[in-house]
């Protein structure tokens, strides 16, 4: 049964929830890199400064403690690489080769065509778009052949109904229910940076108890003698004056 105005425009707002959530996720990735690695600072200021200068011995190199703060800079590292890289894959751009997926779905097969008619970088330049809609026709080429390939349906769906091409063989509320899993994913994945101690670190500058709990926590678990609060106190209006 075809989908009516309403289902698909039900589908169409899940979808933009969807999209604009990625945004904010993206985004507070780079804001929490920048918190993580003002904590992994200060921590490193005080672990140099309160550590006596011991000669070097080759050969014997400590493990180092990867606290679960650093583990966050890493991650958020790997994915602006990521992000770097694709933006260098986007301009050094080669159409890929059609996917080959014989036991994909009659209905998956067709929404891929679709989406590449309209999302084709040879297609674009004939169609009234803006250059940020056209950016981000290219990505969703590049991510459509991807989930295609790798089967995943649900989010293959969720970029036919950015491009207004709909599947009329799936059930509207299965669709609605693929759509609202993704978007309460990433709404979780925000919800969990807001918890981090990276998160609650940078947002509550003002709040020097709070911080000075949070550092305290850290060098604790990284076995890093802790100095006086009057100390970290000090190193917090250094780090401020940056």
């Not at 109904?161 to 799936?170: F, L, S």
């Amino acid at each position: 049964m075809p989908l009516s105005k309403r289902q698909k425009r039900r589908l169409l707002e899940v979808s933009k929830m969807i999209e604009s959530s990625i945004v904010v996720k993206d985004d507070m990735e780079e804001i929490q890199l920048e918190y993580s690695q003002e904590i992994e600072k200060l921590v490193k200021l005080i672990a140099d400064r309160d550590k006596p200068e011991q000669p070097e011995v080759e050969g014997d190199v400590s493990p180092p403690v990867v606290t679960k703060t650093m583990k966050t800079v890493q991650i958020a590292r790997e994915k602006r690489k990521k992000k770097q890289r694709e933006q260098e894959a986007r301009n050094n751009y080669v159409p890929p080769s059609k996917p080959d997926v014989p036991d994909a779905p009659e209905w998956a097969k067709r929404l891929w065509k679709s989406i590449a008619k309209k999302c084709h970088p040879d297609r674009l330049s004939f169609q009234d778009l803006t250059a940020i809609q056209i950016a981000r026709r290219q990505i969703w080429f590049l991510e459509a052949k991807s989930l295609f390939e790798n089967r995943s349906w649900p989010k293959l769906i969720h970029i036919g109904v950015q491009v207004g091409e709909y599947v009329e063989e799936i059930n509207h509320r299965e669709q609605l229910t693929w759509l609202s899993d993704e978007y309460n994913a990433i709404s979780e994945k925000i919800t969990a940076m807001q918890d981090s101690l990276a998160w609650k670190w940078g947002t509550n500058w003002e709040d020097v108890n709070l911080r000075i709990n949070i550092i305290t926590a850290v060098l604790n678990h990284q076995g890093v003698q802790v100095p006086p609060r009057e100390r970290i106190i000090q190193l917090l209006a250094e780090i401020e004056l940056d």
